[in-house]
Nanobody, 128 residues
Framework: QVQLVESGGGLVQAGGSLRLSCAAS????????MGWFRQAPGKEREFVAA????????YNADSVKGRFTISRDNAKNTVALQMNSLKPEDTAVYYC?????????????????????WGQGTQVTVSS
C-alpha cells in the first residue's frame, strides 16, 4: 500500500516559481513510476510529468517542457515538481500519483500507465 501527501501549492504571479513535494509511505514506493497530474476547474485531469523509479528517466507533457522538472529521492520517499515560468493556465489542483508497476516501463508509456495511488491534491493558482 502506498499513501501520498502533496504540499507546496499556493498563489504566485505569472513568471514565478513553485516547488511541489509529494511524501510517500509504503515500502514499495521506490519501485514504482511516479507522476504529477493536474485538474483545472471545468476540465479533465491531465498528465503533467512522470519519472521512472530506477534510472530516473522522465516524460513531460508538451505544455510544461522547459518549465517544469520532476525529480525523486527514493531514499527519502519523495517526489518533487519544480515549476518555473508559471502561467495563468497552469492554475489547477496538482496531484501526485504512483503506478503499481514494477517491471520494465518504456519512457513513452509513462503517461498511459494506470496510476493506482493518488494524493489529495494541492492548489496552485497563478495570477496574471
Amino acid at each position: 500500500q502506498v499513501q501520498l501527501v502533496e504540499s507546496g501549492g499556493g498563489l504566485v504571479q505569472a513568471g514565478g516559481s513553485l516547488r511541489l513535494s509529494c511524501a510517500a509511505s509504503g515500502r514499495t514506493f521506490s519501485r514504482y513510476p511516479m507522476g504529477w497530474f493536474r485538474q483545472a476547474p471545468g476540465k479533465e485531469r491531465e498528465f503533467v510529468a512522470a519519472i521512472k523509479w530506477n534510472d530516473g528517466s522522465i516524460y513531460n507533457a508538451d505544455s510544461v517542457k522547459g518549465r517544469f522538472t520532476i525529480s525523486r529521492d527514493n531514499a527519502k520517499n519523495t517526489v518533487a515538481l519544480q515549476m518555473n515560468s508559471l502561467k495563468p493556465e497552469d492554475t489547477a489542483v496538482y496531484y501526485c500519483a504512483a503506478a503499481s508497476v514494477t517491471g520494465y516501463v518504456p519512457v513513452g508509456a509513462l503517461p498511459r500507465l494506470r496510476y493506482d495511488y493518488w494524493g489529495q491534491g494541492t492548489q496552485v493558482t497563478v495570477s496574471s
